[in-house]
Every structure is written in structure tokens, then in C-alpha cells.
């Protein structure tokens, strides 16, 4: 009970004290309020390029050309040596008949149907294939090699070069925001321990008058906490807010798709309420910390 007690009083008093001392209340929920604005952005757009990556990965098609005189049962042993690599999707292994593939080209084009149309399996130019996706798409250099020395396959394609480059772009926009999230907190817990410390500093006459009444080290520190606390919750609140109505307008505007179909942002709901409640943590955790250190380090209590 007297904990709880402690707790209730630590509670009103944090709270009259943000509103007694206003205006370095509203410096730090201000401080708060703008970095969790970008904190906010660097977490959505980190989130969409993960996705985007994921969509890549699951689209990227390896096509596999076999030799133009492969028999029946070396197709057959081509695929039972597909499915060993261990890179690929086994399910999504499928072989395409080389007739397949001109009947697919007549039907799309009169010219060359005229041209196609007098193919037979033994004059064809065209190629038997296999399509398949692998699993692990930074892996598929790898795997395309192993393709390639199959006994009965000519040639491997993927897009080999578009599919690197936009892997390594993604992957350094993905890094990116995650180090400036990081540096972000971390520069969010130094601005709001510096804001609280001059807070501190300008109530040490109060602190003063607590010792000498008799408060506990704990009674004096658990208030200060609790404001940091209370003021990271404030400083959430303009970011939560933007964070919800500026990406569903963004998803709205665009459609929910940015440049071309593989390039699709995460779907609003329940993206954004996931972001908001980090954005709620982030700010009350860095509070509490930052007037901790304040406590702690600057009046040695």
C-alpha cells in the first residue's frame, strides 16, 4: 500500500509539475514531437522497402534453357537435380514444353503465327525450360551456377543484373533507416536530458525543501521519471497523428502501388497502428531514461 502510494503521489506530482513549468515542458515535448516525426518517416519508409524486397524475391522467375536435343529421361533427371538444390522452391519448379512456348508466341502475334505455324518438335528453334523461384534471392548467383552445370541445360537467365541492383539499393535504403532510427533515439535522449536537466536545475531549491522534510532518494527520483514519462507520451501524440492520416493519404493518392506493380506499399491497416504504438514507446521510454540521467548524473541525488 505504501508503494502504491508513493506511486499515485509520484503520478500527481509529475503531472503538476509539467504544467508549472510550461514553457521547458513544451521545449521538450517539442524536441520529442520532431524527432519521432522522422523517427516516424525512417520507420515507414524502412518497412515499405522490406516489403518491396519481399515482393521482388518472391517474383524474381529463374528461367532454365536445356540443350535443343535433350531427351525425355534427361528432363526428367533435371528436374530430380533441381529439386536437390537446396536455394530452390521445389513447388514452384515447371517445366515448359518447347511447343508450349510457340503456341504461347502464335497466339499472341498474327506474324508469327505465319512464321511459327509449320514448327514441329524436331525443326523448332526454340528451347525446352524450366521455370522455378529460389528461396533465398542474395543466394542466386550460387544457385544459377549449379543450374548451369547440370548435364542437359544450355543457359540460365534471371535478370541477373536488374535484380542485383535493386537488391543492393533496397538493402542500403533498409540499413540507412535503421542506423538514423538508432542515432535518432539516441539524439531524442540527449536533447530531453539536457531539456529536464535545466527543468532540474531550476526546481533544486524544491528538492532542496524534499531533503529536508525528509524524502527518500526514490520519492524524489520516481516524479521526475514519471514527467519524462508523461512528456514522451505528449511529444508521441502530433506523430502518432501524422504518422495515421499522412500514410493513408499516401496509400490513397498512389493507389497503394509507387512507380510499377512491384513496388507496392503496405497496406494502412494494421501498419500504421503498429508504427503508432512504437512511436508511444519509443517516446515514453526515452523520456523516462533522459530524466533519469538528468537525475542521476546532473544533481547526484
Not at 508549472?20 to 525512417?42: E, G, K, P
Not at 500514410?247 to 502501388?257: K, M
Amino acid at each position: 500500500m505504501k508503494a502504491f502510494r508513493i506511486i499515485k503521489r509520484s503520478i500527481r506530482d509529475s503531472m503538476k509539475s509539467v504544467f508549472r513549468n510550461f514553457s521547458l515542458s513544451l521545449a521538450s515535448i517539442s524536441c520529442i514531437t520532431i524527432t519521432l516525426i522522422v523517427v516516424a518517416i525512417s520507420i515507414v519508409l524502412s518497412y515499405n522497402v522490406n516489403n518491396f524486397t519481399d515482393i521482388i524475391e518472391k517474383n524474381v522467375t529463374m528461367v532454365i534453357f536445356l540443350d535443343s536435343d535433350v531427351t525425355d529421361e534427361q528432363i526428367e533427371n533435371i528436374q530430380k537435380e533441381l529439386k536437390k538444390i537446396d536455394n530452390v522452391n521445389t513447388k514452384t519448379v515447371k517445366f515448359i514444353d518447347k511447343m508450349s512456348i510457340a503456341d504461347d508466341m502464335m497466339e499472341s502475334s498474327e506474324i508469327l503465327k505465319s512464321v511459327m505455324e509449320d514448327y514441329t518438335r524436331e525443326n523448332s528453334p526454340l528451347q525446352d525450360t524450366f521455370q522455378l523461384k529460389v528461396k533465398d534471392i542474395n543466394k542466386i548467383d550460387k544457385t544459377a551456377k549449379k543450374i548451369s552445370n547440370i548435364d542437359g541445360v544450355d543457359l540460365v537467365k534471371y535478370g541477373e543484373e536488374m535484380v542485383k541492383k535493386l537488391v543492393k539499393a533496397f538493402d542500403v535504403v533498409r540499413k540507412g533507416c535503421i542506423y538514423i532510427v538508432i542515432a535518432l533515439i539516441l539524439v531524442t535522449a540527449f536533447l530531453i536530458s539536457n531539456t529536464i536537466k535545466i527543468t532540474i536545475f531550476s526546481r533544486k531549491r524544491e528538492i532542496e525543501i524534499m531533503r529536508l522534510v525528509g524524502a527518500s532518494n526514490i520519492n524524489i527520483k520516481i516524479p521526475f521519471i514519471l514527467e519524462g514519462l508523461l512528456l514522451g507520451l505528449l511529444g508521441s501524440i502530433v506523430p502518432v497523428v501524422i504518422t495515421i492520416i499522412g500514410y493513408n493519404a499516401i496509400y490513397d493518392h498512389f493507389d497503394g502501388v509507387m512507380f510499377s506493380q512491384f513496388i507496392k506499399l503496405v497496406k494502412p491497416e494494421p501498419f500504421v497502428f503498429y508504427v503508432s504504438l512504437i512511436l508511444i514507446g519509443i517516446g515514453m521510454i526515452v523520456g523516462m531514461i533522459g530524466s533519469y540521467r538528468a537525475v542521476k548524473k546532473y544533481l547526484k541525488i
